[in-house]
């Protein structure tokens, strides 16, 4: 159990749905990063949170997602008006060291 | 090109053989992660390193930074370590001095009893 805890763990949802996702970091732990991994691939990077506030965006993440992390702890990430080309695990990770990373299970999307 | 690739994309083996995964990178890097992966998506990091060797049970992890290759080991392999081992890296940056990780597309490892 590395701690770090993600809900849901499943969602499928209609395309042009909304979607929520949420991520609860291992305490303490000042960064937290959200990735994206589509079968087949490794994990992609989408954005960096050190504490509240937001440090990097990749081009990944369109202007219809967003991700929150309002209080330095956990963190939401939001799509609107969801495609099939979301479908794709989600993943988070904290840390609160150097270059050390703990991974939450992921939620896993699937887009109809 | 990816700035991560491994090798092999994937591998059968029989239990009890000595396995090698490698991951090689473009450009310099701060650390490098191995990373597991089982079906249903959970990644655990399994080692971290910047230099030299890890061990950790039948598991082992070596670095060049020089030649900017990694390699995992797994000794008398057995059919729990199935699974996908994904090479991970600190790259110098995307901008702005986040320290996102980047994958390779990981290795899926198949041993058979």
């Known amino acids: 159990d590395t701690g770090v805890s993600q809900d849901p763990r499943h969602k499928i949802t209609k395309r042009g749905q909304n979607v929520t996702f949420r991520c609860d970091p291992i305490?303490?732990?000042?960064?937290l990063y959200w990735y994206r991994q589509t079968l087949g691939q490794g994990p992609e990077f989408l954005t960096y949170f050190q504490n509240e506030a937001q440090l990097e965006k990749s081009r990944l993440l369109s202007d219809r997602f967003s991700a929150e992390r309002p209080k330095g702890s956990f963190s939401t990430l939001e799509i609107q008006r969801t495609e099939q080309g979301d479908s794709a695990m989600y993943l988070c990770?904290?840390?609160?060291?150097?270059?050390?990373?703990?991974f939450g299970p992921g939620t896993r999307l699937t887009v109809l | 090109k990816n700035e991560v690739e491994q090798s092999p994309q994937n591998l059968t083996a029989q239990e009890g053989e000595f396995i090698t995964i490698n991951c090689s990178y473009s450009v310099g890097i701060s650390a490098l992660h191995w990373l597991q992966q089982h079906p249903g998506g959970g990644i655990v990091s399994l080692f971290m390193?910047?230099?030299g060797k890890k061990k950790h049970g039948r598991l082992i992890a070596t670095i060049n930074i020089q030649e900017k290759h990694s390699s995992l080991h797994i000794t008398a392999s057995h059919p729990r370590d199935s699974a996908v081992y994904i090479c991970a890296v600190y790259l110098p940056q995307r901008g702005g001095g986040a320290d996102g990780l980047t994958f390779g597309k990981g290795t899926h490892l198949i041993i058979q009893p």
């Open positions: 305490s303490e732990h000042n960064r």
């Open positions: 390193l910047s230099s």
């Open positions: 990770a904290s840390s609160g060291g150097i270059n050390e990373q703990f």
